[in-house]
Structures are given as structure tokens and as C-alpha cells.
């Protein structure tokens, strides 16, 4: 069974640019993935324990649950996601930190609104108008990646 975790970012964005951000060497980059241009791909499970898709797309719509159970929604017009796809057995060890130093880089390198997503039902984490905003503090603790994102 695999776990998803969605990064989207707000805007008309340069995939080949959210690639590079995203990876953790230039060997490890998102490649474009057939004649598709606007989807990236790179198999990084022995690595860094994802699989990992950069698209992007136009009229979005994203919901997801928020904390205590608050329904979040958001429609960027223009959007990038980073596609975050995980074995079961990879989360703990090495999909969750090396997925989060991956967010940590793209955040760190773009201003954008943004938002992540886990399996397309709970908000994570937001950024609105620059201002960056952890939900799910228990899910933080739990994977010990209090310190990789701070608001």
C-alpha cells in the first residue's frame, strides 16, 4: 500500500526549475517523462524512499481536512504539484525526512502560496500570503520532524 503526500504550489511555475528544487543532487532530478512537457518523474525508493512527480496544471480545485476537522479549500488558477509516493514500509526511515528536506528546499526557493497534502485528505501544511502555517501538530511529533519546517 502506498502513502501520497501532495505539494502544490500556487502560480504558473517552470518545471524543469521545481525539479531542480526538489532534488536532493542533480542525479536524483525528475526527468520529463515521455512526450508529456508538463510531467516530471524520477523512482528515488532505494534512495530516498519515494517515487517523486512534478506536474502542473490550471483551475484547481484542492479540499482537505484541516485541524479539528475544518474543511480547508483552495483553487490556485495556475499550479505545480510535487507528487510524494511512498511504500508503507519507507515512511519512518526514509520517505517522511527526506520528503520533508525536499519541501524544505522548494519552500526555502519559492515564495508562492502553497500547501501539502497526505493521500488527498489531510492538510499538513499551508502558506497563504507568505505566512506559513503547520496543522496536524501530532503528525509533526510522531515522524520527529518538528524542526525541519517552522512557521
Known amino acids: 500500500m502506498a502513502v ?8 504558473d ?3 524543469e526549475h521545481v525539479a531542480d528544487l526538489v532534488a536532493a543532487d542533480t542525479a536524483e532530478k525528475p526527468r520529463p517523462s515521455g512526450t508529456n512537457p508538463r510531467l516530471f518523474s524520477a ?3 532505494d534512495t530516498r524512499g519515494y517515487a517523486l ?13 484541516g485541524d479539528d476537522g475544518a474543511r480547508w479549500e483552495w483553487e490556485p488558477e495556475t499550479y505545480a504539484d510535487i507528487d510524494f509516493s511512498m511504500r508503507a514500509d519507507d515512511l519512518v526511515d526514509k520517505g517522511i525526512p527526506n520528503m520533508m528536506k525536499a519541501v524544505a528546499r522548494v519552500l526555502a526557493a519559492r515564495q508562492e502560496d ?9 492538510l499538513l501544511l ?4 507568505g505566512e506559513l502555517r503547520r496543522h496536524r501538530p501530532t503528525w509533526w511529533s510522531h515522524y520527529g520532524i518538528d524542526d525541519l519546517i517552522t512557521p
Not at 53 to 65: I, K, M, P, R
Not at 114 to 122: C, D, I, T, Y
Not at 126 to 129: G, L, V, W
Open 13 to 15: 511555475l517552470p518545471l
Open 114 to 122: 502553497a500547501a501539502l497534502v497526505q493521500n488527498g485528505n489531510w
Open 126 to 129: 499551508t502558506r497563504t500570503a
Open 53 to 65: 512527480t512534478v506536474s502542473s496544471g490550471s483551475q484547481g480545485y484542492f479540499d482537505a481536512e
Open 4 to 11: 501520497e503526500f501532495r505539494l502544490t504550489l500556487a502560480g
Open 43 to 45: 523512482r528515488l525508493y
